[in-house]
C-alpha cells in the first residue's frame, strides 16, 4: 500500500466514523424530545412526568456537549496527523532528548497532556454545570483538583514504567516483541485488578463495613444460597462525589468485596438493595468478569500483533502525516487511529455487555421476587435521571445496558428468563 492510498483509507474511516457518531447523537436528541411529553405505558403508575421530562432534559444537555466533543475530536485527531502536530511533537522531542526511551515517554506525555487541556472546558462543564443543574454533582473544587493530583500520580507511577517496558521490548524483542507486550500488559492488568479493592480506591474514596444488621444478615444469607464468599461488604461515600448510586462487586479469590454506594442504600429498600446485589453476584455466577477479561486479551493480543505488522511499514507513518517511523511514534499512532476503524463494530461488544446484563436480571429473579428487582431498576433509572426512551440504534451502538422496557418486559415474561 502507498501512503497516499492509507490516508485515503484512514479520511475515509474518520469521515465515517465522525459522520456516523453525530448521526447515532442527533437520531438520540430528536427521539428523547419527540417523547418528552409522554411517559412511557409501562411506567406511568411508576414515574410521573416531571421525573420524565427531567430525564429528557438530563439527556439532552449531555448529547449536545457530546456532539461538540465529538466535532473536536476529529479535527484533533487530523491536527496531530495529517496537520503535522505528532510529527512537530515528535522532532522536538528528539531536539531535546535524543532517540531514546526518554523521548518515548516525553513524547507520550505531551500527547496525553495536550488532550487532557483540551478535554477540560467539556469535563467541567459536564460535571459543574450539567450535573450541577440537574441535581448530581456533589464534587467541590478542592476534591476535584485532589482527585486530579491523585490520578497524575497514578499514571506516573503505573503508566510510567508499563510504556517504558512496552517501548524497551518493542526495541530488543525483535519481530515478536508483541507477544511479550502483550505478556507484560495482562499481567500489569491483573495486578491492578487486584489491588485496586484494597490499595487503589480507597486514595478516593471512604469505604467503612455495612452496619445495618438487619440489612447484613439478609445480605448473607442471599451469599450463602448463591455460594459467593467475599471479604465484607462495605459502604462507598459516593454521595462525596455525586448524586447517582450503584454497587458492585470487585476482586479476586478471597479478596473479593461487596461495595454499596451510600447513595443507593438511602434510596432503595431493604427488600430492593438484596435484588440489586443478586444481579450483581449474577456476573459472578455467570463468571461474566472473567469472560469479558479474556476477550479484551484476545483483541489486545489482537491489536498488537497487527501492530507489528504496521511498525515496519513507511506507509503506515507517511499516510498519516508522520515522516520518520520508530517503535514510541508508531505505537502512539496506532492508539490514537485505532477507534476510528473499530466504532462501527460497536454494536458487537454492546450487544454482548447487554446479553450478560439480561443473564444477571434472570439469575437475580431466582434467587429474589422478580418484582423487588424490578421495582429498584425503576428507582434507579428515575433518581439517576436515564431516560426511558432512548433512540434504538443508538442505544445498540452506545448502551451496555438493555433500555429499560425490554429489561423490565423479561423480568415479566415467566419463564427460564424471567419470574
Known sequence: MTPYHFTLVFLAALALSTALRLWLDIRHLRHVRAHRERVPDNFADRIDLADHRKAADYTVAKVRLGLLEIAVDAIVLLALTLGGGLALLDQAMRAWLGDGYLHGLALFACVSLLGFVIGLPASLYRTFRIEARFGFNKLTWPLWFADLAKGAALTVLIGGPLLFAVLWLMDVMGSYWWLYVWLVWLATNLLVLFLYPTVIAPLFNKFTPLEDASLKARIEALLTRCGFASSGLFVMDGSKRSAHGNAYFTGFGRAKRIVFFDTLLDKLSTEEIEAVLAHELGHFKHRHVIKRIALSAVLSLAFLWLLGQLIDQPWFFAGLGV????????????????????????????????????????????????????????????????????DPLHSLFHDSHPPASQRIARLQTPGPSGT
Open 323 to 390: 515522516g520518520d517511523g520508530g517503535t514510541a511514534i508508531g505505537l502512539l499512532l496506532f492508539s490514537m487511529v485505532l477507534p476510528v476503524f473499530l466504532f462501527p463494530l460497536a454494536p458487537l461488544t454492546s450487544g454482548l455487555s447487554r446479553k450478560h446484563e439480561y443473564e444477571a436480571d434472570a439469575y437475580a429473579a431466582k434467587q429474589t421476587a422478580a418484582g423487588d428487582l424490578i421495582s429498584a431498576l425503576v428507582r434507579l433509572y428515575r433518581d439517576n435521571a436515564a431516560t426511558l426512551t432512548p
